[in-house]
């Protein structure tokens, strides 16, 4: 099954070509440059830019993938949740494609999404169900119970902050451009993460939610009180990273450990951070849990993962009308 993917949800205007799980083609544009300027993403800005990447970034996805339009057996793209500014720039594109050549078209949960990336060809295969899935990213931290390909239940998630969003605010605090995950990833290599007892929030709580807005405060706090050199802005870094981490592995062990399930897989953005991705390893290993990530490149926003999710519901007849609308808060 061939299948373009489109993205456009928040700041990444994104196109890819698949055939079954093999990636044809990927592309992102990013609009990191756009946006650091704000501290943080401006919804119309972000339109805007996808406007006027999306028809030639699709064309070139189509071109390095050898396929034309009619070669393709169905058009998937995010249609929530995410600004709905955005989602309508993906959706207008991948409507006037699928209509244009007699395609159906695939709305696809960006969640879906993200947890579909460790699909793309692996040699491992598909990681075994049930397994629980969370996914770290600016604007989500949720956990899930994934008892067969497209069947989630969620089991916690955060009741404030995403955990992405904690390091882009946390870095800002800290004079660092946006977005801030990973230059809170690079300073932190140079501080201390024991220097600082940052709490470690909703540890000790048995369900599964998360919450950083209370680290951030205590950052905040902290910064406010402190010296300020360059020494202490790397150890207030690290202390922040190994929080944040420390929680975020701790909730999701446990959740694989009490739902019985022998693999987890982590995604999104923050999935990028090597620590995460070490002391996921870490304790997986020592609670005989196999964890698995998305590769890099696929654990941040792309359309690669939105065409793995499109290809398993079309697969199965779960295609849209033409009025399918954005949906800025669909929950999955
Ligand atoms: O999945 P993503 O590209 O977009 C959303 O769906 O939100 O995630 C972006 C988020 C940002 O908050 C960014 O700061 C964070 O992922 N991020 C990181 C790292 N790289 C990106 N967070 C921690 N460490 C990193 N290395
Ligand atoms: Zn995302």
Redo the contacts with the bound molecule.
């Keep these: 099954m061939l299948v373009l993917g489109i993205e456009s ?4 205007t994104a196109a890819a070509v698949l055939e079954d799980h093999k990636v044809l083609s990927g592309l992102v544009a990013s609009q990191d440059v756009i946006h650091s300027a704000y501290g943080g993403v401006v919804p119309e800005l972000a339109a805007r830019a996808h406007m006027e990447r999306i028809a030639p970034l699709v064309r070139e996805a189509m071109a390095r993938a050898g396929a034309g339009p009619k070669d393709l057996d169905a058009v998937a793209v995010t249609s929530g949740p ?1 600004l709905v500014v955005c989602l309508l720039v993906g959706l207008s594109a991948a409507k006037g494609l699928a209509f244009g050549a007699g395609l159906p078209l695939v709305g696809v949960n ?1 969640l879906d999404g ?1 947890m579909s990336a460790i699909l793309a060809d692996h040699e491992q295969g598909p990681p075994p169900y049930p397994h629980v899935g969370l ?6 931290t949720s956990l899930y119970l994934v008892s067969a390909p497209g069947e989630y239940r969620l089991l916690g998630q955060t009741l404030d902050d ?4 904690a ?2 605010k946390c ?1 800002k605090l800290l004079g660092l451009p ?9 300073l932190a290599r140079t501080g201390d993460e024991n220097a600082i007892p940052f709490p470690r929030p909703l540890m000790d709580r048995p369900d599964f939610n998360f919450s950083f807005s209370g680290l951030k405060t205590a950052v905040i706090k902290h910064w406010n009180e402190c010296g300020r050199n360059e020494t202490e802005k790397a150890d207030v870094a690290a202390s922040f ?1 190994a929080a944040a981490i420390e929680v975020l592995v701790a909730k999701t062990m446990r959740a694989a450990r009490e739902h019985k399930a022998a693999h987890v897989v982590v ?10 991705r070490t002391d996921f390893a870490r304790a997986g290993e020592s609670g005989e849990v196999e964890v698995r990530f998305p590769s890099p490149a696929l ?4 359309a690669v993962m939105i065409a793995l999710a499109g290809a398993r519901l079309a697969s199965t007849g779960r295609t849209n009308s033409f009025d399918l609308s954005p949906r800025a808060a669909w929950r999955l």
């Design positions: 949800s928040c700041d990444e995410g960006h993200h996914v770290v990213s600016g604007g989500h995403a955990a992405g969003e390091f882009d870095a946006y977005p801030g995950g990973r230059e809170i990833e690079a990273q995604s999104g953005g923050v999935a990028v951070n090597e620590k995460l654990c941040a926003d792309n």
